[in-house]
């Protein structure tokens, strides 16, 4: 595995909400990580290809049921190398932001990230 | 109202009508011609069409569907262009800087004001592109060469730009160009920092005193120093609430300058020192935040002017000996070494060695 080239902010924004979304179980899709992170769509992709090309992020479809016509959601989840990395990452990088000073813990953001499918059971929300 | 209007009326109204009904339909489109525009692969082309299209329709109502996908494409356009502005400016750069070589360094002179100008007004050029992709994408992205010719037309008097353009040459592999323009720097009230640079280039560091050395050291990180201190100042002129969100923004690069500044600090203290001005280095040494790297130096300093008063020289040791341990940094370690062989002197066991010693109470 090789680190990702770049620590940028934007970075530390998607790896702290991919790390609140591990710890409650919860795979997040695209869509999720730029709202929470308040980032641009390419902003976010652009961290998603880097994090994913370095393995600290695997990828997968949702299920989505046959009778169910939509396109299918891609589901991010912070691989367990990936998770202790952005941890140490954001531990030194930000060590003075608390988790619960995160504002990933607005309870509407918090309330969407529950909303969304828990890992391995491929939800269709 | 006339037959016409009535007729434009109708007509506008089933455009529009059947333009928000395509646009769903025009936003798939658009996401599959976005991820074509920003990826190279195959796969990851149409990994990202359906991922894409998932997400356009997610978003309720049928133009915000088609602007989501407007905002990928514009996305994905700049990223594109990205990799070509890279491209292009670095061939108008290295075309500047031939140019530059020509009418200077070439021919073994200096540059005149009408030629600061015109390569600072090229260089002007491209700091705003730069500025703006570096915000749109984060990125730390540098065209060395522009700033190397701003700063070479525009801070001529004080010589930096002279050694920007010198680090420039240098990175471009022509050291002899590069040795011509730091000759010229020496000329300018930065001539330590050319004849640092000189020396390092031709190997001739023994000619440099170690003042000189420590202030080509210390100079760039003054630098910075003073420029966060200059911001300081700006942020706190400013409403708290701007404040805040500037302070939210720029947080990565003011706790790299945070980082720096106690180490310029004890810098400072070192070249203090150097001039024999031991009241400057020691506030130079208490004024940074590293509490305990801070005060082993000040300890450090004193101890070598033999001004630690000898019955405060258990406590200091009983005081910093944990530390030592903990984070054992070299002069912590020597201060250690020496206390306790002076306190070892002043006990009467000139070996050195002190097993035992009396801890005093603190004194206030």
């Known amino acids: 595995m090789t680190d990702p080239i770049r620590i940028t902010q934007p970075l530390l924004d998607v790896l702290e909400m991919l790390i609140l979304a591990l710890r409650d179980d919860v795979d997040v899709h695209g869509w999720a990580i730029m709202k929470a992170a308040h980032r641009s769509g390419p902003t976010v992709y652009g961290v998603l290809d880097r994090l994913e090309s370095a393995g600290w992020v695997t990828a997968r479809w949702e299920d989505v049921p046959a009778n169910v016509n939509r396109p299918r959601r891609r589901l991010y989840r912070l691989t367990a190398t990936g998770n202790s990395a952005a941890s140490k990452l954001l531990a030194e990088r930000r060590p003075s932001r608390s988790t619960v000073d995160s504002p990933l813990f607005r309870p509407g953001l918090l309330g969407r990230l529950r909303g969304m499918p828990r890992g391995g059971r491929g939800a269709t929300t | ?364």
């Open chain 2, 1 to 364: 109202m006339n037959l016409v209007e009535i007729a434009f009326t109708v007509v506008l109204g089933l455009i529009v009508n059947e333009a928000s009904d395509v646009s769903p339909r025009m936003a798939v489109l658009v996401v599959r011609l976005a991820a074509r525009v920003a990826y190279t692969t195959p796969e990851l082309k149409d990994t990202r069409t359906e991922e894409w299209a998932a997400i356009v329709h997610d978003r309720p109502g049928k133009l915000l569907k088609l602007a989501t996908s407007l905002g990928f494409l514009a996305g994905a356009l700049l990223r594109r262009s990205r990799l070509g502005m890279a491209g292009i400016a670095s061939r108008r750069l290295h075309v500047v800087l031939e140019w530059v070589a020509r009418l200077t360094i070439a021919r073994g002179r200096r540059l005149r004001l009408y030629e600061l100008l015109l390569a600072g007004l090229v260089a002007l050029g491209y700091r705003p592109a730069e500025n703006w992709l570096a915000r749109l994408y984060e990125l730390q992205q540098r065209f060395l060469g522009a700033v190397a010719i701003y700063w070479y037309s525009t801070s001529r008097h004080n010589g930096v730009g002279w050694l920007r353009l010198g680090t420039l040459l240098e990175m471009l592999g022509r050291i002899d160009d590069a040795i011509l323009v730091y000759r010229q720097a020496t000329a300018t009230p930065n001539a330590h920092l050319a004849r640092a640079e000189l020396a390092r280039l031709t190997n001739e560091r023994a000619v440099l005193s170690q003042r000189d050395q420590y202030r080509a050291i210390l100079t760039p990180v003054l630098d910075t120093e003073q420029a966060l201190l200059a911001r300081s100042a700006e942020m706190l002129s400013e409403p708290a609430v701007a404040r805040i969100i500037r302070a939210q923004r720029r947080e990565g690069v003011t706790r790299l300058l945070l980082g720096e500044e106690w180490d310029a600090r004890l810098h400072c203290a070192l070249l203090h020192d150097l001039d024999g001005d031991l009241d400057r280095a020691l506030a130079a040494c208490l004024s940074t935040r590293q509490d305990v790297a801070a005060r082993w130096r000040a300890y450090e300093l004193l101890e070598r002017h033999d001004l630690i008063p000898p019955e405060d020289r258990p406590l200091l040791q009983v005081t910093l000996v944990p530390h030592v341990e903990s984070q054992p940094i070299p002069y912590g370690v020597r201060l250690i070494h020496t206390l306790r062989r002076t306190t070892a002197r002043d006990a009467g066991n000139p070996s050195g060695v002190a097993e035992t010693l009396p801890i005093h109470a603190p004194r206030r």
